[in-house]
């Protein structure tokens, strides 16, 4: 059984920073992409950011320059570092782990929110 936990979520002004983490636990061989998905009230879930276990990252265009991903891979932990913050940026904040455990397949957390006011 895998779990992904997110945590670092709440509420900040326009231009506040804030740092997201999941860690995933449970029993599986190996992490590959790990990576954070937003989904706005009304809107699908869109990809924010990604990291492979090598360390090669992808970003969304209107996150590339304000946030950071990272990981740690002896925590089985992947972080997001939000700086510049948005209204626009609200939404609920989804992590995913692509990794080996009965099978291969994506595994996703449930959520933390995030609410910019301006």
């Known amino acids: 059984q895998v779990q992904l936990v997110e945590s670092g979520g709440g509420l900040v002004q326009s231009g506040g920073t804030l740092r997201l983490s999941c860690v995933a636990s449970?029993?599986?061989?190996?992490?590959?992409?790990m990576g954070w998905h937003r989904q706005a009230p009304g809107k699908q879930r869109v990809l924010v950011a990604a990291?492979?276990?090598?360390?090669?990252?992808n970003y969304a265009d209107s996150m590339k320059g304000r946030f950071t991903i990272s990981r740690d891979n002896a925590k089985n932990t992947v972080y997001l570092r939000m700086n510049s913050l948005k209204p626009e940026d609200t939404g609920v904040y989804y992590c995913n782990a692509d990794l080996f455990g009965s099978t291969y397949a994506t595994y996703w957390g449930q959520g933390t929110q995030v609410t910019v006011s301006s």
């Open positions: 449970g029993s599986f061989a190996s992490i590959y992409t």
């Open positions: 990291i492979t276990s090598g360390g090669i990252t």
